[in-house]
């Protein structure tokens, strides 16, 4: 016999508190993988198929858990990342507390606030004795925060599979749901000149910084406001004393990028990038790290159907786009996909991030009923 789902505001925000406190940043993959033993075996203790995929080249495993209802038909995909940006530590001076209707911590709002909801939802399934029309997959992973990549192929994978995908990734604005992003294509830029005598040969050298910083100018040149492109010169290095004409300097570039053409074409420009200076030489690698996507037809329909459940539990949603990418621009394209499904709240990658404790419960049953509806 089924009963009516519970969306608890104490509980769920209890549950969300443990994993927040679990530090998991990108770069400590068993403490990753600590938080993802901790997950599997909660699911496991459901019911629910849990497989682990063993992370590499650094970076902590990947987690596919599957309802034991469904069969292996084409479901449901819900995407989640564990890795947060604060290092190990973080807790001791930003620590989980609650001021009104805040609750603060590292990574609750991006995204262990969101990606608990998944779990609730599936919690919550097997509590009221229902089952989803479709199967439901859910795979969580290591290393979103750094471009995803060890786990794109296993996210493209699972989307060809899927008849939609919901990203938990946080909500934008006040609420707000994701229909559309940006692309971004992220490239290293290496600069070679000829080192020499600052003082007594400085005709010599080749400065491989001043080459590099004629070339930021042109780069940074390139971001349009109007038509949505971004280029960001986010770190530089060069150079080895201040009495040598330094032989080489680097920089590291993040471009976002509207539609796939202007991608193309944005891209092309940076690697058809020439030295002012013609005795430098410059190397240049990267492109791509996800494609943009627009709000189509399917994923419109697909919102559609969200804004409908929240009207009906009680809040108006409402849909943006916006220039940060996230796994969702990996599946965009092969299923329709709804991302931003998280907590809301404000302050992602900051040491005031916090989500909004009002919001957990509208939240949570919106997933729920997504995962109830979907058909």
């Known amino acids: 016999m089924t009963r009516a789902p519970s969306f608890n505001t104490d509980e769920i925000l209890a549950g969300i508190r443990s994993w927040v406190e679990v530090e998991t940043p990108t770069d400590c993959p068993e403490a990753i993988n600590g938080l993802m033993a901790k997950i599997g075996a909660d699911y496991t203790e459901l019911g629910a198929a849990v497989e682990r995929i063993p992370g590499h080249d650094g ?14 038909g084409r479901g449901v995909l819900v995407l989640s990342h564990l890795d947060t940006v604060h290092p190990i530590g973080t807790l001791a001076t930003m ?45 969580y992973v290591s290393e979103e925060e750094v471009g995803s990549p060890i786990s794109r192929d296993h996210i493209v994978a699972a989307a060809e599979q899927a008849r939609y995908v919901l990203v938990t990734e946080p909500a934008r604005e006040g609420g707000k749901i994701v229909t559309a992003r940006k692309g971004s294509a992220r490239f290293d830029i290496t600069v070679h000149g000829r080192a020499s ?36 010169v986010g770190i530089i290095s060069g150079g080895t004393r201040a009495n040598v004409v330094p032989a080489q300097a680097h920089a590291t570039v993040d471009m976002r990028v509207p539609t796939p053409a202007l991608a193309e074409e944005a891209i092309a420009r940076v690697h058809a990038i020439k030295p002012y200076d013609p005795d430098i030489r410059i190397e240049i690698s990267g492109g791509l790290n996800r494609p943009a996507y627009e709000k189509g037809p399917e994923i419109a329909a697909l919102f559609d159907h969200a804004k409908g459940l929240a009207a009906e539990i009680g809040f108006e949603l409402q849909d943006l786009k916006t220039g940060g990418g996230s796994d969702g621009n990996l599946t965009a394209h092969l299923a329709p996909t709804l991302d931003g499904l998280g907590i809301d709240g404000k302050g992602g990658h900051t040491n005031h991030e916090q989500l909004y404790i009002s919001s957990i419960a509208p939240r949570a049953e919106m997933m729920f009923r997504l995962l109830e509806t979907l058909s």
Request: hydrophobic share 35%; net charge negative; proline share 5%.
């Open 59 to 72: 970076y902590g495993d990947l987690m596919r858990v599957r309802t034991p209802w469904g069969g292996d």
């Open 95 to 139: 620590p989980f507390r609650i001021d009104g209707d805040i609750a603060y911590g590292p990574g609750i709002y991006d995204m262990k606030g969101g990606a608990y909801l998944g779990f609730n939802a599936f919690r919550e399934l097997v509590r009221t004795g229902r089952q989803t029309p479709l199967p439901v997959t859910f795979l």
């Open 197 to 232: 005598h600052s003082g007594a040969r400085h005709q010599d050298g080749r400065n491989a910084i001043k080459e590099l910083a004629r070339q930021i100018l042109d780069l940074e040149a390139m971001t349009d406001y109007d038509l949505g492109l971004t280029v960001n």
